[in-house]
Structures are given as structure tokens and as C-alpha cells.
């Protein structure tokens, strides 16, 4: 059953960035190659548009003075845009590209780059500055102006087909893996109960042995993102590497219809232990996020909706010091229809329905952040609340993380009954 019917497929920046820079870099190696058969005495004069950065630096140590007042006669790319076709589907990068245009490089405001050369007017530039976004395109930089272009215009096109951003943490949230070498005796059947890799979109139990990894996706998985993503673009954000997070994404998303070039890792943030937003090209007032881990969104806490872990392998109950036997070992696992991942869908359509159904005629002042204290705020609206022999007695209670998750939640805190 679909939770929303009329919302059409949405193309995000980061799919279609990475798309237009894979085919803007093939146009300009064919070009490169076209310009050494037909002009080779010209490959000089062409540098910019054809050399490697280190040939560039050459080339402008040896004739500085000069090269900064010239014009080189290169691809343009005027602007990076949202089209709609007649489908609804909507497409960042549409580009505006004239082979013969000529472009000064003291016009250009330098919006990106690929290590240290532009990637409009192939300029190499001093410093850096921006944020790195080395999950869209290896190597891509963008300057804090150009991110904020993108995020506006994004959102606006979001918000025209009623979506949201939700973030994905991986391990504990939508799946739970675990070391070959880590399983227990009491764990040995499953190597007999494995998936197969050739058709994933039909199994939950995966053995990759490359990885000497066996990863158990948590129950409702694939029904929760078929339905969410008719109401978000996804991303995943794991703090694991990278090679992993990509061997999980597949698994969730064999077809690539929910993530494609989404996927963070711990390799592509700005800070380490932490996972933050500034990686991800949307606004914070548009984004939700689930993860078991506070923690790690220290910035986004106001985002975050926390969600219960899933602790299917054993070597995930002693990771967090649980003396007890995992759902492997018991041959259980969570509900299919009650479980987290069911409960939270319910959660999340709640919210997509109030920031859309109330006062849509303003959405661009619409903060889910709101949205998600007030749906908070109804689990324990009406209930009264006494917390007998707690706290320590010298301790103030409201500052007690129990006293503020009550708070958070609707209740009525009392000191005494």
C-alpha cells in the first residue's frame, strides 16, 4: 500500500550533479582528444581546456602576466538548474553548454572545484575553501555559495512535490552485521540459511565472503523505504568506511532507486566521530533523521528521531554490554508489521502530513524541527509524572536526562505525588 500516491519521482542535486560532472568530464576527454588529431601545434594555447592541473601550473609560471587578462575558449557551463519534464521527474543540472562561448576567467566566482582547478573556467585556484562532497564525485569541492544555491533551489523543487530529506544511519537501524569470526556456536545454523547475492532484492541474510561479513537486513526494511521514499529524498549516512557502506547500500537498494550517489560515510565528514548536515545538500529546516546513535548528531539533535537498536547477531548485544542471548541465538527476530522500522513509518507519515496539510500556502517558513516537538509532545500529553528514589538526593532532577526526555515527550513533571 502506498502511503502517498500523487508524489512523483524526484531527481536530488547529488544524483544529477554527479551525473552531469561524469558527462561534462567525458566531453571534455573527447574534446581533448578530437583537438590533439585536428590542431596539435594549438595544444599550448589550449591548456586549460585539455591539460592536467600540474601541466596548467606549469603554464602559468612561465607566462603569468599574460594568462591572467586572456580569455580561454572552453565548454561553458552558464548555470546548474531544476527542469521538470512532462513525467513530473525533476533534474538538477541542466546545462547551458556552448562550445564556442568564450569565458573569462576573471568573470568566473569559482562555484567548485576538482582538487585545486575550477570546474567552470579550469582555473587553478589557491587554498580551499567550501565543503568537500567526495560521495557525488571524487575529488569535488563546493564553495559555500554555490551550496546554498543548490539547497534553495532543491528545496523549492521538494517542497512543489511534496517531499522531505531523511537521513538513514545504517548498522543497528536498518540492518545489523557482523564478523564471520565474532558468530557463536549458537549462530553457526545461518551460514545454512544465507541469501543469495544474485537476486537480493528477495533475501534478508547475506554472507559476504569477501568481507568475511555476514549482515542480517532488519525486518520491514524494504516495505519502509518503498514507502518513505514517496515522501523524502534519502540519504545514507553511516560512520563506517566507505567500501562498507557501499556493500550495504546495494543490499537495501539493488535497483538504485532510493539512494544512487547518496551514500556518506565516516570518509566524507567534516569532523571526526561526528555525522553533520553540512555534507548533505538540504536545508536542516527540511531534514529528519534516524539513527540509534545520539551521540554522533551533536549539531542535529532538534533532527534526529532516535530509534530503538536492532540487535539480531550476538557480537552486537556484547558491543553495548548486553548479558543476554541475541535474537540469532533465540532463532527470533523483531515483528514484521510491529516492529521499529513499522512503527516509525507511522511516525514519519504524521509529520510529512502536518507540514503539508497545515498552512500550505507558506511551506518555505515550514520547519519539520517544529513539527517533530509537536508530534513528541502527544506521546505523554496528559500523563503526570513523579520520579520517586531516581536521582541522587542533591541532584536538581530537571536536569536529569530522564526528567527532559518526559518533558520532551508532553509530561507533567512533578516533584512530588
Given amino acids: 500500500m502506498s502511503l502517498v500516491t500523487d508524489s512523483p519521482v524526484h531527481s536530488s542535486s547529488s544524483d544529477d550533479f554527479a551525473a552531469f560532472l561524469d558527462t561534462e568530464l567525458d566531453s571534455k576527454s573527447s574534446a581533448s582528444s578530437a583537438s590533439d588529431d585536428e590542431a596539435p601545434n594549438q595544444r599550448h594555447s589550449e591548456s586549460a581546456a585539455s591539460s592536467s592541473p600540474d601541466q596548467d601550473k606549469e603554464a602559468e609560471e612561465d607566462d603569468d602576466s599574460d594568462f591572467q587578462n586572456k580569455t580561454v575558449k ?89 517531499k522531505l530529506y531523511l537521513i538513514l544511519d545504517l548498522d543497528h537501524t536498518l540492518l545489523n552485521s557482523t564478523q564471520l569470526m565474532h558468530m557463536t556456536s549458537d549462530e553457526e545454523y545461518l551460514k545454512g540459511q544465507t541469501d543469495s547475492l544474485q537476486d537480493v532484492s528477495k533475501g534478508n541474510l547475506f554472507m559476504l565472503g569477501f568481507m568475511q561479513m555476514m549482515t542480517k537486513l532488519r525486518p520491514f526494511v524494504r516495505t519502509f523505504l ?85 540487535h539480531f547477531f550476538a557480537s552486537s548485544c556484547h558491543q553495548f554490554g548486553f548479558n543476554c542471548k541475541s535474537l540469532s541465538e533465540q532463532k527470533s527476530d523483531e515483528s514484521e508489521s510491529e516492529g521499529a522500522l513499522a512503527s516509525i513509518l507511522k511516525v514519519l507519515l504524521k509529520i510529512h502530513q502536518i507540514f503539508f496539510e497545515e498552512l500550505e ?30 536521582f541522587p538526593t542533591q541532584f536538581q532532577a530537571e536536569n536529569h536526562h530522564l526528567w527532559r526526555m518526559a518533558e520532551q515527550l508532553g509530561a507533567n513533571m512533578l516533584n512530588r505525588t
Avoid at 538540504?282 to 539533535?301: C, F, P, R, Y
Wanted: net charge neutral; hydrophobic share 35%.
Fill in 226 to 310: 518503498k514507502e518513505a521514499s514517496q515522501m523524502f529524498e534519502m540519504y545514507i549516512y553511516t560512520m563506517g568506511d566507505r567500501a562498507y557502506a557501499l556493500e550495504m547500500a546495494k543490499l537495501l537498494d539493488p535497483e538504485r532507486e532510493y539512494f544512487n550517489a547518496k551514500v556518506i560515510s565516516r570518509d566524507d565528514g567534516t569532523q571526526r566521530h561526528q555525522k553533520g548536515l553540512d555534507v548533505v545538500l538540504g536545508q536542516e529546516s527540511s531534514v529528519l533523521i534516524l539513527d540509534d546513535t545520539e551521540n554522533a548528531w551533536m549539531k542535529h539533535k532538534d533532527n534526529l528521531i532516535l530509534m530503538e537498536r536492532y
Fill in 74 to 162: 572552453r565548454p561553458k557551463v552558464e548555470t546548474v538548474e531544476i527542469v521538470e519534464d512532462d513525467r513530473g521527474t525533476t533534474s538538477v543540472a541542466s546545462l547551458k553548454h556552448n562550445p564556442e562561448a568564450s569565458f573569462s576567467k576573471e568573470m568566473c566566482t569559482h562555484p567548485g572545484s576538482f582538487g585545486t582547478m575550477c570546474i567552470v573556467c579550469g582555473q587553478l585556484l589557491d587554498g580551499e575553501s567550501g565543503v568537500t562532497f567526495g560521495y557525488i564525485h571524487k575529488g569535488l569541492r563546493l564553495g559555500n555559495d554555490e551550496i546554498v544555491r543548490l539547497r534553495n533551489t532543491d528545496m523549492k523543487n521538494l517542497l512543489r512535490h511534496k
Fill in 361 to 390: 500556502e507558506n511551506l518555505d517558513g515550514r520547519d519539520v524541527r517544529q513539527v517533530l516537538k509537536t508530534v513528541r509532545k502527544d506521546v505523554l500529553k496528559g500523563c503526570k509524572i513523579v520520579f520517586s528514589r531516581v
